[in-house]
């Protein structure tokens, strides 16, 4: 079984990144993490609900260095969410530079290019008429590059390419965990050991790679531009490094298409 289910392996496996806590003190402003105050380009205003004008929500930044090795989808980007209006749930956005267009209560400003010097810490807005209002405790996070491979719901596609009857075991983490210790053992006799063993369930704080739906079925956004699946830009699972909460064990997923930078989709799962 393990030995079919290795063939299938190479073909379907992404790069991801797992963000975790840093016990590091000495990180700049520009650094990825969740909460706190967000950097932007100097100049840039924070950005607002287009209903009713209240200041969104910082909910985290990502700077290309958290990618290690991996190539970046963008230099610089930073999520913003509204819980003010209801909390809606946006489902498609685009994004110019500095002017984060999105949806009435997210926005993403994303930069293709940009260099560090030229961000800078926004200022607290004034949100004297919200007390309910809050900057999320800051957290500084370090990245760990690893494996992410699909299961059944969170891949579609997974049935064209992995023969049926492999398809009931392939839904066992057991499997895979015995996969992933094949691989890494076949990749250690070439000289070519990944850093760290594949973890394969997209769980997590995680930079691309496969999302894990955490209670349903696949609900990655559409491209309205090439009509293609967009790609994980960002998972937000309940964490202890994030204190921005979308329910009672609620998941975030962020997407972008990479041919059509200008889209990105946004779309919740929880119990």
Same mark, same amino acid.
């Given at each position: 079984m393990i030995t079919e289910l290795r063939k299938h392996f190479d073909h379907l496996r992404r790069d991801r990144?797992?963000?975790?806590?840093?016990?590091? &003190?000495?990180l700049s402003s520009v650094h990825t993490k969740f909460g706190g105050l967000p950097a932007a380009r100097a100049?840039? &205003?924070w950005p607002v609900c287009k209903r009713c004008e209240t200041p969104l929500q910082f909910v985290a930044q990502v700077h290309a260095t958290s990618y290690v090795h991996l190539a970046a989808p963008f230099a610089f980007f930073g999520f913003y969410y509204g819980w003010c209006c209801g909390g809606l749930t946006a489902r498609q956005a685009t994004f110019l530079d500095d002017e984060g267009y999105g949806n009435d209560a997210w926005q993403v400003h994303a930069y293709e290019s940009i260099s560090a010097s030229e961000l800078v810490v926004l200022e607290k807005p004034d949100v004297s008429t919200r007390p309910d209002w809050e900057i999320f405790e800051e957290c500084y996070v370090t990245s760990i590059c690893e494996t992410s491979l699909p299961d059944a719901v969170a891949f579609q596609g997974l049935p064209e390419v992995v023969p049926s009857e492999l398809l009931e075991s392939w839904?066992?983490?057991?499997?895979l965990d015995e996969l992933a210790l094949d691989y890494c053992r076949s990749a250690r006799s070439v000289g070519a050991a990944p850093t760290v063993s594949p973890h394969l369930r997209n769980r997590g704080l995680v930079l691309g790679g496969y999302p894990h739906w955490c209670n349903g079925g696949d609900k990655t956004t559409i491209c309205p531009d090439c009509e293609r699946p967009m790609d994980l830009l960002l998972q937000v699972s309940p964490d202890a490094c994030v204190s921005?909460?979308?329910g009672d064990v609620w998941t975030a997923y962020l997407f972008n298409c990479p041919d059509h930078k200008l889209q990105f989709g946004l779309v919740f799962q929880g119990t």
């Amino acid at each position: 079984m393990i030995t079919e289910l290795r063939k299938h392996f190479d073909h379907l496996r992404r790069d991801r990144v797992r963000l975790v806590e840093s016990d590091r &003190r000495d990180l700049s402003s520009v650094h990825t993490k969740f909460g706190g105050l967000p950097a932007a380009r100097a100049g840039v &205003r924070w950005p607002v609900c287009k209903r009713c004008e209240t200041p969104l929500q910082f909910v985290a930044q990502v700077h290309a260095t958290s990618y290690v090795h991996l190539a970046a989808p963008f230099a610089f980007f930073g999520f913003y969410y509204g819980w003010c209006c209801g909390g809606l749930t946006a489902r498609q956005a685009t994004f110019l530079d500095d002017e984060g267009y999105g949806n009435d209560a997210w926005q993403v400003h994303a930069y293709e290019s940009i260099s560090a010097s030229e961000l800078v810490v926004l200022e607290k807005p004034d949100v004297s008429t919200r007390p309910d209002w809050e900057i999320f405790e800051e957290c500084y996070v370090t990245s760990i590059c690893e494996t992410s491979l699909p299961d059944a719901v969170a891949f579609q596609g997974l049935p064209e390419v992995v023969p049926s009857e492999l398809l009931e075991s392939w839904q066992y983490t057991k499997h895979l965990d015995e996969l992933a210790l094949d691989y890494c053992r076949s990749a250690r006799s070439v000289g070519a050991a990944p850093t760290v063993s594949p973890h394969l369930r997209n769980r997590g704080l995680v930079l691309g790679g496969y999302p894990h739906w955490c209670n349903g079925g696949d609900k990655t956004t559409i491209c309205p531009d090439c009509e293609r699946p967009m790609d994980l830009l960002l998972q937000v699972s309940p964490d202890a490094c994030v204190s921005a909460s979308w329910g009672d064990v609620w998941t975030a997923y962020l997407f972008n298409c990479p041919d059509h930078k200008l889209q990105f989709g946004l779309v919740f799962q929880g119990t």
